[in-house]
């Protein structure tokens, strides 16, 4: 088991120290995932910025946590996916589609199912998809803009699952209700 080191504030490099009091501040307490980027600090300046562009594209709470849970479940983030059920929560977003997310079963909602089935596709073929598979999103509503958002999303989450992985990053106190684990998916 691998681990890197958590970074607070005055263990931090100089140029994360900032950008961890953005996480104090934004969050009330610094994410484990964020005291790890620290060791690296213009890693947290991208994954913060990237963050805040997803949060901002066209996408809607419901969406966002599509794309980020469908993301996170792939990539058997045992970090991100319980942070993303609460996040999910803070959003107000349906307990039914979150469950649905965790346990990699269709959505009821055949857009969300659209856009959860493309941003798998997206993440299994390493962006190469066809243009059926296109056309099976663009029926449910979105567009070309969509389809790159997706991509963007995905950039935020390849560096927290990623460096979650390596870094064997324990899940903040205010998410281990939602600890979830690949291996305990009921399919």
């Known amino acids: 088991m691998t681990t890197l080191k958590i970074h607070n504030i005055e263990s931090a490099p100089e140029e994360s120290k900032a950008l961890l009091e953005n996480s104090q501040k934004a969050y009330g307490m610094i994410p484990g ?22 949060v901002d594209s066209s996408f809607n709470e419901e969406e966002l946590t599509v794309v980020w849970q469908t993301i996170n479940v792939e990539h058997a983030c045992h970090y991100c996916v319980p942070a993303h059920t609460g996040i999910a929560k803070m959003m107000k977003v349906d307990d039914a589609i979150t469950e ?26 390493r962006g190469y998809v066809t243009q059926d598979d296109l056309d099976a999103f663009y029926a449910a509503g979105y567009g070309e803009a969509q389809v790159l958002e997706i991509i963007l999303g995905l950039s935020q989450k390849t560096i927290s699952n990623y460096v979650n992985h390596i870094a064997n990053t ?13 291996e305990n998916v009921a399919k």
């Open 170 to 182: 324990p899940v903040d106190a205010g998410f281990k209700a939602f600890t979830w684990s690949k």
């Open 100 to 125: 649905a997310l965790r346990n990699e079963t269709p959505l009821e909602s055949s857009k969300l199912e659209a856009l959860r089935t493309l941003t798998l596709t997206i993440v299994r073929n």
């Open 33 to 54: 995932l964020h005291g790890v980027l620290a060791g690296a600090p213009k890693i947290l300046e991208a994954y913060q910025a990237l963050h805040q562009l997803f």
